[in-house]
């Protein structure tokens, strides 16, 4: 069964740092790209970050980037995103999700890991 | 960046009624590759979001066949043959053409 579980969330001063993690199970993780989508309290989903299958390539939102820090380790089958500087702005649902080139699309979410950033 | 615009935001829709959505992208979604990378998510009240269409008409696995997606270029539009209790939540199209990737608003689907 393809699974993904995000951990690594909770509540964080301003200007302080997080790291989600995101366990890949059920699918050959290293031949897929990953991504991190967020989803601030009742709002919208905001894609944050894209890894390529062997972390060659990395993008990011404007919003996070110089901040925000995607990584991978494929011989654990786990993805990260290291969160630096962090602001209110940032508070939401962090979700991991698996991108799949041939459908072009985001096929498998995980669950989600809330992060809060308040003082 | 490409907007992504859906109306309605919100559709109080009768079960067993149909629905639709649209979703307009403020260019064209056509990849250099010549495929169209627009998908829709659904997401139920309290769930991860969760794919239902890829290159806007494809139905992922597990979808029922009451969903359908059309459109080209620049528009596109959901459709629910007749709305079922589970459809209750909130629709997304979402580009993965250009970066960075981005989503539509979200369109509201309830029950009347």
């Known amino acids: 069964q393809v699974h993904l579980v995000e951990s690594g969330g909770g509540v964080v001063q301003p200007g302080r740092s997080l790291r989600l993690s995101c366990s890949a199970s059920?699918?050959?993780?290293?031949?897929?790209?990953m991504l991190w989508v967020r989803q601030a309290p009742g709002r919208g989903l905001e894609w944050v970050s894209l890894?390529?299958?062997?972390?060659?390539?990395?993008y990011y939102a404007e919003a996070v980037k110089g901040r925000f820090t995607i990584s991978r380790d494929n011989s654990q089958s786990t993805l990260y995103l290291q969160m630096n500087s962090l602001r209110a702005e940032d508070t939401a649902m962090y979700y991991c999700?698996?991108?799949?080139?041939?459908?072009?699309?985001?096929?498998?979410w995980g669950q989600g890991t809330m992060v809060t950033v308040s003082s | 960046d490409i907007v992504m615009t859906q109306t309605p935001l919100s559709s109080p829709v009768t079960l067993g009624q149909p629905a639709s959505i649209s979703c307009r992208s403020s260019?064209?979604?056509?990849?250099?590759?010549?495929?169209?990378?627009l998908s829709w998510l659904q997401q139920r009240p309290g769930q991860p979001p969760r794919l239902l269409l890829y290159?806007?008409?494809n139905r992922f696995s597990g979808v029922p066949d009451r969903f359908s997606g059309s459109g080209a270029g620049t528009d596109f539009t959901l459709k629910i043959s007749r709305v079922e209790a589970e459809d209750v939540g909130v629709y997304y199209c979402?580009?993965?053409?250009?970066?960075?990737?981005?989503f539509g608003q979200g369109t509201k689907v309830e029950i009347k």
């Open positions: 890894i390529w299958y062997d972390g060659s390539d990395k």
């Open positions: 999700a698996k991108y799949d080139g041939g459908l072009g699309a985001f096929d498998i």
């Open positions: 059920g699918f050959p993780f290293s031949s897929h790209g």
């Open positions: 290159k806007i008409s």
């Open positions: 979402v580009q993965a053409t250009q970066f960075p990737w981005t």
């Open positions: 260019q064209s979604l056509v990849h250099s590759d010549g495929n169209t990378y």
